[in-house]
């Protein structure tokens, strides 16, 4: 009986859902339930939303919004973009970014173009278990995407590129358990990914549980940082992250503003290919103890500055092997420099190797492909992390050949599928007028649509990346569809009103 009600508290939510639409040729006194009635601006829909609802916006240029109405686990309020030109270039009403996502949770934000806003282009504050996805931030005038308190923000298959004052994502404020991944960040002023436990601003001071994987993240650092830069970043887990040519820092284990270092963190295979003006690869300081590098290529370009550079107050602890080095590396953070069989002789590193040139470890490092090429020295090379680290960035599983590789890339003898980050796996579902339209497709993707009885009421494969369905004979309601695809399923509540 208890689950005969749950059911039917579900289901009725669900009926009660309402998707609005947003359209440059809409208006704001019309209904906003179809492309014909659509809203014209993205607030009024952010205004009525309630939990389960969806706003789908069309390509053209608007004014951001700011949303201060949650969802629930079941029911979260999703604003997608429906195209790839939907652009937000003027600040909201509200805040100086482009979205504001504020007191809010089980919030969705996807496939925007947030662009040369003041501030942030997606700004997340005291609000749980927002996704934020496939949106591209450009030329902001602070950050890409920031966040404070917002435990379990999911961050992933946005582009950052191009903040003008800081970083390309910035997780902040004592939030707990992100996930950060698959995002690209490159040409920030300052750090590619920042996390800041921020003691001064309240709460404990730490982020703890964070997981930071396959992102690719170049040429930040300009005005100093690192690629990814953990201030009190407790108890987490960074792997499979491409770091190259940034101008500061790899990746940064520290204490400034948090209450205490940023300890027992594992940083496991990730590929770090520092610029000639940089800093060191992995920089460990300020009590930061207990913390793992294992099956990482950590190499610098700078003249001095080398591998790996910790300081005593974080040595206890303190695991590092099976990684693949340059012959500088530091116990006193940085300010001197020993060898490899130096470093060695205090127990570190024993079954780590100097690194080979560039042209011989990678595909084809110039043109920024970091793959492993054939008979590279990183290939089996590594130690089993699989505990933590079940693949590769491009989600190739490990390992292939005889052990685990070093470095972000399980070397692979077949054709990899290259990812595509700024959209999503299946498609975008909207109705135009009497037909319901399916979008980004992959060919043979296989398209079915249920009413709330689970009756059938159309299947079909999909031929080309857009797909056209004309409803005859079904009454105007609620129907559930469902993509299934050999890239990611994915499925969803459409309405359908005539």
Request: aromatic share 12%; charged share 15%.
């Given at each position: ?260 270092g940023s300890y027992n963190t ?145 070397y692979y003898a077949g054709e ?83």
């Amino acid at each position: 009986m208890k689950i005969y009600a749950m059911l039917f508290l579900v289901c009725c939510g669900a009926l009660f859902a309402t998707s609005y639409y947003v359209a440059p040729w809409g208006n704001d006194s019309y209904s906003g339930m179809s492309w014909d009635s659509a809203f014209v601006t993205l607030q009024h829909a952010a205004n009525i939303v309630d939990a389960g609802d969806s706003v789908f916006a069309a390509n053209g240029e608007y004014v951001g919004f700011d949303l201060r109405t949650g969802g629930t686990t079941s029911l979260p309020i999703v604003f997608e973009a429906v195209g790839d030109s939907v652009v937000i270039n003027v600040q909201n009403p509200v805040t100086t970014d482009g979205i504001n996502i504020e007191g809010a949770d089980w919030v969705v934000i996807d496939g925007f173009n947030l662009i040369d806003l003041p501030r942030a282009g997606i700004r997340v504050a005291l609000s749980q278990h927002v996704e934020v996805k496939n949106n591209f931030c450009d030329h902001n005038g602070r950050w890409g995407v920031f966040t404070g308190f917002a435990d379990y923000a999911y961050i992933h298959h946005n582009i950052c590129q191009y903040s003008q004052a800081e970083h390309g994502i910035y997780f902040s404020n004592s939030g707990d358990h992100p996930t950060i991944r698959y995002n690209i960040c490159h040409h920030n002023n300052a750090n590619g990914i920042h996390m800041n436990g921020d003691e001064s601003m309240g709460g404990d001071g730490l982020i703890t549980d964070a997981t930071v994987e396959c992102n690719i993240i170049y040429e930040n650092g300009a005005n100093g940082g690192s690629g990814i830069n953990c201030d009190g970043v407790a108890e987490s887990y960074i792997f499979n992250n491409l770091l190259f040519m940034n101008h500061a820092s790899g990746i940064s284990l520290y204490r400034i503003d948090a209450s205490a270092g940023s300890y027992n963190t594992r940083v496991y295979n990730n590929t770090i290919i520092n610029a000639a003006d940089a800093r060191w690869c992995v920089n460990i300081n300020a009590g930061s103890t207990d913390d793992t590098l294992y099956n990482n290529i950590l190499i610098n370009q700078h003249s001095w500055r080398g591998s790996i550079a910790i300081d005593q107050s974080s040595l206890s602890g303190f695991h590092s092997d099976y990684n693949v080095v340059v012959d500088r590396l530091s116990n006193d953070g940085g300010n001197t420099t020993m060898t490899l069989t130096e470093w060695q002789a205090l127990g570190y590193d024993l079954h780590s190797m100097l690194a080979d040139p560039l042209d011989s470890i990678f595909v084809n490092w110039l043109a920024g492909d970091y793959h492993l090429r054939d008979n590279s020295q990183a290939i089996d090379a590594g130690t089993d992390v699989s505990a933590i680290v079940q693949y590769d960035l491009d989600s190739i599983a490990r390992p292939q050949g005889n052990g685990f590789d070093i470095g972000s890339y399980e070397y692979y003898a077949g054709e990899v599928q290259e990812d595509e980050p700024h959209h999503t796996a299946c498609g975008h579902v909207f109705q135009h007028g009497n037909t319901i339209c399916f979008t980004s497709l992959h060919v043979g993707d296989i398209i079915s649509v249920y009413d709330i009885t689970g009756r059938n009421h159309f299947c079909a494969a999909a031929q080309s990346v857009f797909y056209e369905w004309t409803p005859l004979n079904i009454p105007s309601g609620i129907y559930f569809y469902d993509i299934e695809s050999d890239h990611v399923n994915q499925c969803g509540k459409l309405i359908f009103l005539k």
